[in-house]
């Protein structure tokens, strides 16, 4: 019986990275009995991506963002634009710095068959020189859980290549689209959990993708007070505090919500307080 899966990404202005993460996409090694379906979020690209991706890869559905759509909000379009067009049988987050290795859907499609579909398949990605592990699934402590051949449940996602079964969206839903870039791939699997949904690791690495500086802008001493306030608030920020709020209001608890608010901006006020990477 045949299986579908929509691949939902969302780019901006990084024309070569998007146009390597589709090409590695479609040498990917596919199972006879599946079909992709490439949904990508142009969202006010400049630089010509769009034009390209449909010179390039004129199979892939290319949807037109505002120019302020961000990370969250884009991947909740390319989702949205998806359930209009199919009943799919999975759909697959994609980030489009990501490079993925050309078993990565096949073992992800294996790994959530294990699973029955019933939960979460998490990739964890590596740097471009395969040295050190990037981006996947995480320990309550924050710590990365490194593949090792089996699934091993993990506490949060990133958002960097996810695989989520029909039964998963039928419970869940789509990504909640209130926040612009950051938190999304954090509340999803916390809202999923609730439902009784976990979270698990790939059983082997999926890709490559290069790791984002460790600390923001606004942790940062040396970064005047004026820019680690705009990096902070900037739609951009890993822990903008109105929506960080929101989702530990919705997740922690008032109290918890409370206490990192204020502890945020103790931190923005005083960054040498903290110790740095």
Known sequence: MKKTIAILITCHNRKEKTLQCLEALFQNTIPENVTLHVFLVDDGSTDGTGIAVSDHFPEVHIVKGNGKLYWNKGMHLAWQSAITFLDFDYYLWLNDDTVLFTNAIQCMIEDAHKMENKHIICGTTQSRDLLDYTYGGKLKNGELILPNGYLQECFFINGNCVLISKNIYNAVGTLDPIYPHAIG?????????????????????????????????????HVSFYNRLKNLYSPLGSSHPYYFFIFEVKHRGIATAFLHFITIHVRLFFPKLWKHQ
């Open 185 to 221: 791939d954090y509340e999803y699997g916390f809202r999923a959990r609730k439902k009784g949904v976990k979270s698990f690791v790939a059983s082997k690495a999926i890709g490559m993708c290069n790791k984002n500086a460790s600390l923001p802008k606004w942790c940062l001493p």
